[in-house]
């Protein structure tokens, strides 16, 4: 598993219409309900080690969003201080209505090996 730092971007205007977890209804989400979704998920999952959500930069500020930015890092082994040094990172600038769910986001980043 890796450690997933998520950022949505607050100030951009638009919608994205889908459903949070896969097999749920399709709901409009704007920004503002991205993050706020995205935080839920974290938590029902059990992820708070290992993702964080927060606001800031996404990209992508010349079209309508919500644009989502996700950096991976390793993880660092117990007590020892979180690495800074991003290994990947993936981008979601106008492609989340691509998905099937917002859960993915999480799911499709936090399993992948390296």
Same mark, same amino acid.
């Given at each position: 598993?890796?450690?997933? $730092? @998520?950022? %949505? #971007?607050?100030?951009?205007?638009?919608?994205? $219409?889908? +459903?949070?977890?896969?097999?749920?209804?399709?709901?409009?989400?704007?920004?503002?309900?991205?993050?706020? !979704?995205?935080?839920?998920?974290? $938590?029902?999952?059990?992820?708070?080690?290992? %993702? !964080?959500?927060?606001?800031? #930069?996404?990209?992508? #500020?010349?079209?309508?969003? +919500? =644009?989502?930015?996700?950096? @991976? &890092? +390793?993880?660092? +082994?117990?007590?020892? /201080?979180?690495?800074? $040094?991003? @290994?990947?990172? /993936?981008?979601?600038? &106008?492609?989340?209505?691509?998905?099937? #769910?917002?859960?993915? %986001? @999480?799911?499709? =980043?936090? &399993?992948?090996?390296?």
């Amino acid at each position: 598993m890796r450690r997933l $730092v @998520i950022t %949505v #971007c607050p100030r951009e205007r638009g919608v994205v $219409v889908l +459903p949070v977890e896969r097999g749920g209804r399709r709901r409009r989400l704007d920004a503002g309900a991205v993050a706020h !979704s995205l935080r839920d998920l974290v $938590v029902r999952g059990g992820y708070d080690a290992h %993702v !964080s959500v927060r606001e800031g #930069c996404a990209g992508g #500020c010349v079209r309508m969003g +919500p =644009n989502v930015d996700v950096r @991976i &890092y +390793p993880m660092s +082994p117990h007590g020892a /201080k979180p690495d800074t $040094v991003a @290994i990947d990172w /993936k981008t979601y600038v &106008y492609s989340l209505t691509s998905l099937d #769910c917002l859960a993915s %986001v @999480i799911e499709d =980043n936090l &399993y992948q090996s390296d």
